[in-house]
């Protein structure tokens, strides 16, 4: 299944408590439709003690946002876009901005 957004792209939160706030993808769970943005939906995890070196305690670590939930964000227009995949002759892809038509 072909996704929106990969890992690495910088993208804004359309929804939840995260809402219009951006970062960057982590992690892309294809089969779930989820990803993981560095720095947002963060909850607090119970780990407990591994090692001498890795103490236990609480953590937060970042959870899961659905796929539609979240937008690709466009430098040059500053927000959350909708955007076309363009072919090249030498069948590269890149990702156009709808609204400002530049490359994301």
Avoid: W, Y
């Amino acid at each position: 299944m072909s996704l929106r957004v990969k890992k690495g792209d910088k993208v804004v939160v359309l929804a939840g408590k995260a809402k219009n706030k951006t970062g960057k993808i982590l992690k892309v769970f294809t089969a779930k439709s989820r990803v993981v943005v560095e720095g947002l939906n963060l909850v607090k995890k119970h780990t407990r003690r591994r090692s001498e070196s890795e103490p236990g305690g609480i953590k937060e670590v970042p959870a899961s946002i659905h796929i539609s939930n979240v937008s690709l964000f466009c430098s040059s227009c500053n927000k959350g876009v909708r955007f076309l995949v363009q072919t090249a002759e030498d069948k590269s892809k890149t990702r156009i901005c709808k609204k400002c038509q530049k490359p994301i």
